[in-house]
């Protein structure tokens, strides 16, 4: 059976107690997690066959993080083993006016000095039907860009489709401009995810016009995007903070084959974690196409998804393909 192949750092997350500060206590809570790593967790949780590929450290965390994967039923074999360290990051929740904050811990990590060439795209990706990457990966250093864009340019030139999410992490680019590393990625993806202010950043590509949040405006970016990278769909979705703890999400799709446009409606919700939910749509919306969803009904899917991890705690999404279905039927607006 055809697998969806994902690449990136796997990483310990630490997170102060409910809204207190970093250190606040002597208590931190962990997660497993990384971009496409939840990814990679999200899509074999919904039981899509996945396989991560990565490099862990030949140390006691880098054993307990490969068994987490391996318990989530992603395939690890393309894990490489090697260098010093797992990279963190720490988080704090904040709480309405004080912002959530998150700290990186990544220098020198076992992921962040691995070697390009140390992977076989060609072999890698024999049996993949799908390969996902985020620009998270491509903001860690030479190195790791260098292999993402060798693994994306390998899977365009087998025909395996890909998809490219643009996650922006300012602290992780630490003021480098990121449009000279990711505007050549884009060219070989199938298809890519983001927001509007991460396709300006990352991009150049503004979404104007007066009412630059409406469906309208969002249409003539994925079009725009379409025209100067070739991506033959755009998925772009949109947040709004009513307050720290709740959030508005929707999401719009643009597909270049019928050249048509979809948005789903909003969804309101307390917010738990914010972490992971623009992975999860991701993994659910990989799922979705793979199941043979039309694009419409894959994007009110995967939005779903991703409003349903705002409210579970970790990085991971742990609802079932059943239970967004159903919160989908109670909810016949979405």
């Known amino acids: 059976m055809p697998v969806t192949v994902t690449f990136g750092e796997v990483m310990l997350r630490l997170s102060a107690p409910g809204q207190e500060r970093l250190f606040q206590s002597s208590h931190l809570h962990t997660w497993w997690g990384g971009a496409e790593a939840n990814v990679a967790m999200g899509l074999a949780a919904l039981g899509v066959p996945t396989r991560h590929v990565s490099r862990l450290p030949t140390t006691a965390i880098g054993n307990a993080a490969l068994r987490a994967l391996m318990a989530e039923g992603v395939d690890t074999q393309e894990i490489i083993r090697g260098g010093e360290r797992l990279g963190l990051f720490f988080c704090e929740a904040g709480a309405a006016p004080r912002e959530r904050q998150t700290l990186y811990d990544l220098d020198q990590s076992s992921f962040g000095t691995l070697d390009p060439m140390a992977f076989d795209w060609k072999r ?26 060798e693994a994306l340019a390998t899977a365009h030139r087998m025909g395996v489709r890909t998809s490219l999410a643009l996650n922006l992490r300012s602290p992780l680019w630490g003021g480098r401009d990121p449009r000279p590393i990711v505007e050549p990625l884009v060219l070989h993806a199938s298809m890519l995810i983001g927001n509007p202010g991460e396709i300006e950043r990352m991009l150049g590509i503004p979404t104007d016009g007066d009412l630059p949040e409406q469906p309208e405006a969002i249409n003539r970016t ?3 995007v379409h025209e100067q990278f070739g991506c033959a769909r755009v998925l772009v979705t949109q947040r709004q903070d009513l307050s720290i703890g709740t959030q508005r999400v929707r999401a719009h799709g643009w597909e270049a084959d019928e050249d048509t446009f979809w948005s789903t409606p909003w969804h309101e919700v307390a917010v738990v974690d914010r972490v992971g939910s623009s992975d999860s749509f991701v993994a659910a919306y990989l799922y979705a196409q793979r199941q043979g969803y039309a694009m419409g009904r894959a994007l009110q899917f995967a939005a779903a998804a991703s409003a349903l991890k705002l409210t579970i705690p970790g990085d991971v999404n742990r609802v079932t393909v059943r239970e967004i279905e159903s919160y989908l039927a109670s909810h016949p607006e979405m």
């Open 124 to 149: 890698i990706l024999s049996d993949a039907s799908w390969f996902h990457v985020s620009t998270v990966t491509a903001a860690l250093g030479a190195r790791p860009a260098r292999a993402v864009a």
């Open 222 to 224: 994925a079009r725009r």
